[in-house]
Every structure is written in structure tokens, then in C-alpha cells.
């Protein structure tokens, strides 16, 4: 409780236009973005099957008892995305507040706490979806709520759109949005999960803001030979080959490359770096020192590593069903994040090359995000994340960053909408723990859950509200 006061009170002294203006009780703001993150969590929206309309019609009910519209836009009767709005005076251009409700699958025999429990519990809130995502969907919610609750009045709408779908079946959620009611959802920026702070002994030093990410382009290898006896060996044997061609993929040390986001993301975090770490990131695009550079990153950070190429992770081998029976076919998945200016039809062709195995084909997966252009760093809504994340962490520095993994603002992306992914602050040691997204005993601190609130509450008011 000591602990949240302090929260409570270095909010509350924070001078921008949200904390000057109106007087918010985080105390009770905080404690009911919690509850609601928790009751969030015990509705299971595992994908598949999704099931995201039950959350949908929850938040629904939320909004219609403030005297708040909204509407679920469905592909799918179970699968349904919601959207709200706060308007404004029109002078500007709405911003677009989105947040997916669907989660991933878990395995509950690893996990310590119930997956679906939203336990509360020494300062942590547990559960599927407490990072990945559905606390961006309870921190947009209780935006929105909050602009009515204080009669904020704006210069363009805020929109919050609840998304179904983003793990892996955006046919329902984002793409069903921009293909057939992109209307509804249409803003000058947009912000989604993705960022956060990183929060060190002496407090928060980087706060990484997502303003591009790496694109999804998985391909599965099919290896095809002669049946037959294990007893007797073959030349065209496609266990064999495709373990050679797995090898030779994993092996593949792709080409290093620099885009704005990345270099603006090293020549920033060199600037706080400690000696060596600062020297690494200066020199990644020199010749002379990358070989030990990468294979560093390798060793000690996956995440640096990755994101300075495109990446090439076997996942999964699929061969043979009886002990002594050679198999006919075999097949693996390469799990191939591209940077967003990767040739895909050239990076295909180099693949073949390197595999060089004559009965194994490379069958591309379809493509469900679109590649677009990384979000600008020199505009109204980057430059105030830069400006609240300044007051609310005096030493720390915003850091522009491309994810590994994919989300939905891709799309948003194409669409010409400049996306930014921000989330709550994460410690070293949790972001190296298996207490993040997609693992077992996913959490997210109550702390960092009301600051980011707080965040969002103070970018959303600067960015949005009649000066």
C-alpha cells in the first residue's frame, strides 16, 4: 500500500495538461482498472475458438450504464469486435485506441496460478491476456471512460476499438475492420500494445515506444523420397534431407541492416549504456566488429540479434510414423520474422540456395499482415510520448523500437495511420522470466498497470483535448 501511495503521488504531481486540469483519484481509478483487468482475465477468450464477443458485450454493458454508445461489428457471431467513441469538435482528426481481446492457448499443468483466475495477489494481477492484451484493453477502456466522467471536451474524436482475432485469425478482428467498416475506425494515429518502459534499480531509464515491427513470412519445407524398409538405407531418404535442410536454414547468418527505427533505437540506448554495450551498439553496421557483435547478441540478448536481420527459427519437424519404416515425405516449419524492407521473393530465392537440397520445396504460408511503412518519428503524437514519458521519468529516454513479433497495427499501418505500441513497465529480470506474454504464469505488476494508465490518460489529453 506504501508503495502505491507513492505511485499515486508521483501521478499526481506530474505537470501536463491532464494532471493541471483534471483532478483524477487514481486511488479509485487505479483500484477499478485492476478490477476490471481481472474480470477481463476470467473471461477465457482462448483463439481458438476465440469466443472475444463475450468480452465485447461485457464492455458494452460498461459503456451503456456511463450513458456511452458503442457497437459490435461481427464476421463472426462469437468473434465480435467493439467500438466506441468520445467526440470532438472535429478540428482535428480522431485517434484510435486499440486493444485485442482474444489470447493465446496455455498449458495449465506449468503454470502456478489458474490462467483464467485474474488472481490478485502481492502487487501482481496473474493470468492469460495481463500483457498480451487485455491490459491495453482495460487501460483504452478506462480512457474513454474517463473523458466522459470529466466532460473532457476535445478536438477530434477518440476511438476505442476492442479487436478480435489478433493471434493468428485476424480475419475476424482487424482485417474484417479495415476491409469493411474502416469508417468506423478511420484516425490520424493509433495506439496498441507493443512499448513499455524498462524499470531498473534506480527506476525507469528506456521507455521503448513500437513504431514498426518485422514481418510474418513463415514457410514450410517438404521433403519427398522413396518408402520403404529402415533396414535399408537410401540416398533419397526425406528425414535425412530435411534435417540437412533445417540445419543449413538455422545455420544461415542473414544479411545485418539498419532502418531508421533501429538505428535511432542503438544510437539512443548507446547514449545510456554502459562502456561495452554502448561500443556494440555504435558499431553495428561496422564491418570490422559485427562478426563479434552479432554472435554477442546472440549468445546473451535474442531480441538485439534479431532485430538487425531477418530471421530465419526452425519450429517444428514432422516425419515418419513407424520406428522402422522409412517415410515417403517429411516437413519442418521456418518460423521467418523479415525486416519491412526485405525482397520476399529474393530472400525466397537466397533460402533455396542455401538449403541446396534438390527433393526439398520451400512452400511460402499466407501471408495474413501486410508490410507497411515504419510510423514517423517527427510528428505531433511520437513527439508527445516523448514529452509525457519525459515528465513522468525525468532520466529516462524514449527510444523508438521494432518488434520481433507481429500485431495488428500492420494493418492499421497500410492503411496510412502512423501506429504506436506502448504498455506497462517491465523489470529486466521479468522481461527475461517466463511471466510474459504468451508464457506460463503470465502477470503484470498493479504499479505498472496504473502508471500506464496514467500514460495513456495524459498522451490521450495532450494530444486530443481543446487547449
Given at each position: 500500500m506504501r508503495l502505491f501511495a507513492a505511485v499515486c503521488l508521483l501521478l499526481f504531481s506530474i505537470s501536463v495538461n491532464a494532471q493541471e486540469r483534471y483532478?483524477?483519484?487514481?486511488?479509485?481509478?487505479?483500484?477499478?482498472?485492476?478490477?476490471?483487468?481481472?474480470?477481463?482475465?476470467?473471461?477465457?477468450?482462448?483463439?481458438?475458438p476465440g469466443n472475444e464477443t463475450e468480452v465485447a458485450e461485457y464492455l458494452q454493458a460498461i459503456l451503456a450504464a456511463e450513458g456511452i454508445d458503442s457497437e459490435l461489428y461481427a464476421l463472426d457471431p462469437n468473434r465480435a469486435n467493439l467500438v466506441t467513441r468520445i467526440k470532438g469538435n472535429g478540428s482535428k482528426r480522431p485517434i484510435l485506441i486499440m486493444g485485442h481481446t482474444d489470447v493465446v492457448g496455455v498449458d495449465a499443468e506449468q503454470w502456478d496460478k489458474d490462467p483464467f483466475s485474474g488472481l490478485r495477489e502481492g502487487g501482481w494481477v496473474y493470468g492469460r491476456g495481463t500483457l498480451d492484451d487485455k491490459d491495453n484493453v482495460a487501460a483504452g477502456l478506462m480512457v474513454i471512460l474517463m473523458l466522459k466522467r470529466y466532460g473532457v471536451e476535445l478536438d477530434r474524436d477518440v476511438i476505442f476499438l476492442a479487436e478480435a482475432g489478433?493471434?493468428?485469425?485476424?480475419?475476424?478482428?482487424?482485417n474484417f475492420m479495415v476491409e469493411n467498416h474502416w469508417d468506423a475506425i478511420a484516425a490520424e494515429y493509433c495506439l496498441a500494445e507493443g512499448g513499455g518502459g524498462i524499470l531498473?534499480?534506480?527506476?525507469?531509464?528506456?521507455?521503448?515506444?513500437?513504431?514498426?515491427?518485422?514481418?510474418?513470412?513463415?514457410a514450410i519445407l517438404v521433403a519427398k523420397g522413396t518408402a520403404g524398409h529402415g533396414s535399408r538405407p537410401s540416398e533419397d531418404n526425406p528425414v535425412a534431407a530435411i534435417a540437412r535442410a533445417v540445419a543449413k536454414a538455422d545455420a544461415w547468418q542473414t544479411e545485418v541492416r539498419l532502418n531508421e527505427t533501429t538505428k535511432t533505437y542503438f544510437d539512443r540506448l548507446a547514449?545510456?549504456?554502459?562502456?561495452?554495450?554502448?561500443?556494440?551498439?555504435?558499431?553495428?553496421?561496422?564491418?570490422?566488429?559485427?562478426e563479434a557483435i552479432q554472435q554477442h547478441f546472440l549468445e546473451n540478448d535474442a531480441y538485439y540479434y534479431?532485430?538487425?536481420?531477418?530471421?530465419?527459427v526452425p519450429t517444428i519437424?514432422?516425419?515418419?510414423?513407424?520406428?522402422?519404416?522409412?517415410?515417403?515425405?517429411?516437413?519442418?516449419?521456418?518460423?521467418?520474422?523479415?525486416?519491412?524492407?526485405?525482397?520476399?521473393?529474393?530472400?525466397?530465392?537466397?533460402?533455396?540456395?542455401?538449403?541446396?537440397?534438390?527433393?526439398?520445396?520451400?512452400?511460402?504460408?499466407?501471408?495474413?499482415?501486410?508490410?507497411?511503412?515504419?510510423?514517423?518519428?517527427?510528428?505531433?503524437?511520437?513527439?508527445?510520448?516523448?514529452?509525457?514519458?519525459?515528465?513522468?521519468?525525468?532520466?529516462?529516454?524514449?527510444?523508438?523500437?521494432?518488434?520481433?513479433?507481429?500485431?495488428?497495427?500492420?494493418?492499421?499501418?497500410?492503411?496510412?495511420?502512423?501506429?504506436?505500441?506502448?504498455g506497462p513497465n517491465r523489470s529486466r529480470a521479468e522481461l527475461n522470466?517466463?511471466?510474459?506474454?504468451?508464457?506460463?504464469?503470465?502477470?503484470?505488476?498493479?504499479?505498472a498497470l496504473v502508471e500506464f494508465l496514467q500514460f495513456m490518460w495524459s498522451v490521450v489529453i495532450d494530444v486530443a483535448a481543446t487547449k
Open positions: 483532478l483524477v483519484d487514481w486511488d479509485a481509478v487505479g483500484e477499478e482498472t485492476l478490477t476490471l483487468l481481472s474480470d477481463l482475465v476470467r473471461i477465457d477468450t482462448t483463439n481458438p489478433e493471434e493468428g485469425t485476424p480475419q475476424v478482428g482487424i531498473e534499480e534506480q527506476g525507469v531509464k528506456v521507455v521503448e515506444v513500437q513504431t514498426t515491427e518485422k514481418l510474418i513470412r513463415r547514449s545510456v549504456a554502459k562502456p561495452d554495450d554502448a561500443f556494440r551498439f555504435r558499431n553495428i553496421d561496422n564491418p570490422d566488429e559485427i534479431s532485430t538487425i536481420r531477418t530471421s530465419v519437424i514432422d516425419a515418419g510414423f513407424r520406428k522402422n519404416v522409412i517415410p515417403s515425405r517429411a516437413t519442418a516449419m521456418l518460423d521467418i520474422r523479415m525486416l519491412p524492407d526485405e525482397d520476399v521473393d529474393a530472400f525466397y530465392e537466397k533460402l533455396a540456395v542455401v538449403i541446396d537440397e534438390p527433393n526439398v520445396k520451400i512452400i511460402p504460408e499466407e501471408i495474413y499482415r501486410p508490410a507497411a511503412p515504419p510510423s514517423g518519428l517527427d510528428n505531433e503524437m511520437f513527439e508527445t510520448l516523448e514529452r509525457v514519458a519525459g515528465e513522468m521519468y525525468p532520466d529516462a529516454i524514449v527510444v523508438p523500437k521494432m518488434s520481433t513479433g507481429g500485431t495488428d497495427m500492420s494493418q492499421v499501418r497500410a492503411m496510412g495511420v502512423p501506429a504506436y505500441g506502448v522470466s517466463g511471466n510474459g506474454a504468451h508464457g506460463d504464469n503470465e502477470r503484470v505488476s498493479e504499479e
